[in-house]
């Protein structure tokens, strides 16, 4: 099981965004990418996985935030997903600060699994 964020972005987040947004999650971590599955990957200082992040995609279908989420965001909009180990609390943290700071730059709404 995950703990799960989603940043609806109402602007399409640029990689400088991206970045920031993820060293405001947790400034001591370091991050590794994982190309074949285009993954940003925060990594606590000790080396476990705080948060796995995916790249920004396009919300093309109408509704369709609404149908899987049940949330109301007018288009544009931009699903940037991530995913922390359940049961590690600063993990969770990392993934709401991490959407926090996303959505705080380009606009729109954050989204967890609880």
Excluded: K, Q, Y
């Excluded at 947004?21 to 991050?31: D, H, M, N, Q, T």
């Excluded at 190309?35 to 093309?60: K, M, Q, T």
């Amino acid at each position: 099981m995950t703990f799960d964020v989603v940043g609806l972005c109402r602007r399409e987040p640029d990689a400088e965004t991206l970045v920031s947004a993820i060293r405001a999650a947790s400034p001591l971590s370091e991050v590794d990418t994982d190309e074949d599955r285009l993954l940003f990957l925060l990594r606590h200082p000790e080396g476990r996985l705080l948060l796995a992040i995916e790249s920004a995609r396009l919300v093309r279908a109408p509704g369709e935030v609404r149908r899987l989420l049940g949330v109301d965001v007018p288009p544009p909009v931009w699903w940037v997903e991530g995913r922390a180990p359940e049961g590690d609390s600063e993990a969770e943290t990392a993934a709401r600060r991490f959407t926090a700071a996303l959505v705080a730059a380009t606009g729109g709404e954050s989204w967890a699994s609880r």
